[in-house]
């Protein structure tokens, strides 16, 4: 099981950016998958980013595309997702999640069945 803990939300005006990070720990937290996804009130979770384990590979919605950059650094098992050019829509609760099947045969997912843990959330509100 690995455990997962955000920071970094907040309140930013449209144009504005925020970082996220999310500090993993347990047995196997260095070498596991991991995703951001989102939640806005009334909505599903849906996804916004993934890195693969090996931080070699990466996975974005086209919602956030060119706007949000995610990175790993395995020394501190921690994953940073970079929010660029926030809008009104990014508004959301911002989770964290680290993915059941992980290694080199195992891309990193955007679906949300894919992931076996999850942070506790924290909430991004972009104004406009």
């Known amino acids: 099981q690995v455990q997962l803990v955000e920071s970094g939300g907040g309140l930013v005006q449209a144009g504005g950016s925020l970082r996220l990070s999310c500090v993993a720990s347990g047995r196997t937290s260095s070498s596991v998958n991991m995703g951001w996804f989102r939640q806005a009130p009334g909505k599903e979770r849906e996804f916004v980013a993934a890195i693969a384990w090996s931080g070699g590979r990466t996975n974005y919605a086209d919602s956030v595309k060119g706007r949000f950059t995610i990175s790993r650094d395995g020394a501190v098992n921690t994953v940073s997702l970079q929010m660029n050019s926030l809008k009104p829509e990014d508004t959301a609760v911002y989770y964290c999640?680290?993915?059941?099947?992980?290694?080199?045969?195992?891309?990193?997912?955007?679906?949300?069945?894919?992931?076996?843990?999850w942070g506790q959330g924290i909430q991004v509100t972009v104004s406009s």
């Open positions: 999640a680290a993915q059941r099947l992980s290694g080199p045969g195992w891309p990193p997912s955007s679906a949300a069945a894919s992931y076996a843990s």
